[in-house]
């Protein structure tokens, strides 16, 4: 059967929001990449932060994977606006972005331990039935542990086949593959972990 050809349509984003006016077109050249954005994530000291966490994948027959119980929070330089954070501030790299040399001036760049007392008590945006140190330790990271399982166990199959034909290799079979892997992630303000990237050499 002959396949139809593709078609462009438009999407609603953002509630039907414009985040770009008219005459305002994007950036030219290169790939374009859309990622999960929460508009209004959970923020500490009303920051945007992306957390960061590793896991090892030891074994992929059977698959077998450790996520360290530590996270590191990334935080942006300036502050969120409280209402409407996103399509108030889009504009604005030091509010969304990280590590970014020019926002330097402004705010330090922080990174802390989510598990740190000073990081949780910080949070902004926790439901009041919680405290801070709770939520994040019974809501967001048992929430995280669960998405970062779902996302290896979606690439299983690759690594297992990527294994086997490893393995029938003279000279490879007895050796040890680990792998490590850096997942980012965005939590938005009902605890939901978002996986922003992953990368597989660690760093």
Request: charged residues 20%; hydrophobic residues 40%; contains cysteine.
């Amino acid at each position: 059967r002959r396949r139809s050809p593709l078609v462009h349509a438009h999407g609603s984003m953002f509630g039907g929001r414009h985040l770009l006016a008219a005459d305002e077109p994007l950036p030219s050249g290169g790939a374009w990449i859309v990622h999960p954005w929460p508009a209004n994530p959970l923020l500490w000291r009303h920051h945007r932060f992306l957390l960061r966490t590793w896991v090892v994948i030891t074994s992929a027959v059977p698959l077998r994977a450790y996520l360290l119980q530590e996270g590191w929070a990334h935080v942006v330089a300036k502050p969120s606006a409280k209402s409407d954070p996103l399509t108030s501030s889009y504009h604005d790299r030091c509010v969304h972005l990280w590590s970014i040399g020019a926002c330097s001036v402004t705010h330090a760049h922080r990174i802390m331990r989510s598990n740190h007392e000073e990081f949780a008590a910080n949070l902004v945006g926790i439901p009041r039935q919680y405290v801070p140190s709770d939520y994040w330790r019974r809501r967001v990271w048992p929430a995280l542990e669960d998405t970062a399982t779902r996302a290896i166990a979606a690439v299983a199959p690759t690594l297992q086949r990527h294994e086997q034909v490893l393995r029938n290799r003279p000279g490879v079979a007895p050796y040890r593959r680990v792998g490590l892997l850096t997942m980012d992630w965005i939590i938005d303000e009902h605890g939901r972990p978002f996986l922003y990237d992953a990368d597989v050499d660690g760093v």
